[in-house]
């Protein structure tokens, strides 16, 4: 399990750096193209993903904090439980984890989540995101590919 969680760790200081830097040499709205298609967009996210409640009115930093306390309780149970073979599901957990923590460490220190991945076309942007959110995503990835592998055997 101990491999698993330094992938958690791993995430979250990726996260939690990247966003250090940000924060250091970015001012807040600041947007720096980088490719066609791909900007860094420093924003904080008081919302969930796509900045769900962010207008809720300040009790929703406290839910989302709690709500990723819960997940990263039951996410690292979860993993102390898994066979040494479920290897992929070890990784999608390990993923989600770190992400999760990621996020909940600015919630508690800031109120909102430092965004700063900023992918676009023409005028439409996605919503911004970070590591964490990222990190988030392809552990739930796996967990799909696990699933339908499963599935099919």
């Known amino acids: 399990m101990l491999k698993w969680l330094n992938l958690s760790l791993l995430v979250l200081i990726l996260d939690q750096a990247s966003k250090w830097l940000v924060v250091q040499s970015m001012q807040l709205y600041q947007s720096i193209p980088l490719m066609p298609g791909f900007n860094l967009t420093y924003v904080h996210n008081t919302g969930a993903a796509f900045s769900l409640l962010s207008e809720a009115g300040g009790w929703q930093r406290w839910f989302f904090a709690f709500i990723a306390l819960a997940i990263s309780v039951i996410l690292t149970l979860w993993l102390m439980r898994l066979k040494q073979h479920e290897t992929l599901m070890a990784a999608a957990l390990s993923l989600i984890l770190g992400g999760a923590i990621g996020n909940l460490i600015d919630r508690l ?39 339908s592998i499963h599935k099919k055997s």
């Open 109 to 147: 220190l800031y109120g909102y989540v430092i965004d700063f991945l900023d992918l676009y076309y023409q005028n439409w942007h996605w919503p911004a995101f970070n590591i964490a959110d990222s990190a988030i995503c392809v552990g739930v990835a796996f967990m799909l590919l696990e699933s």
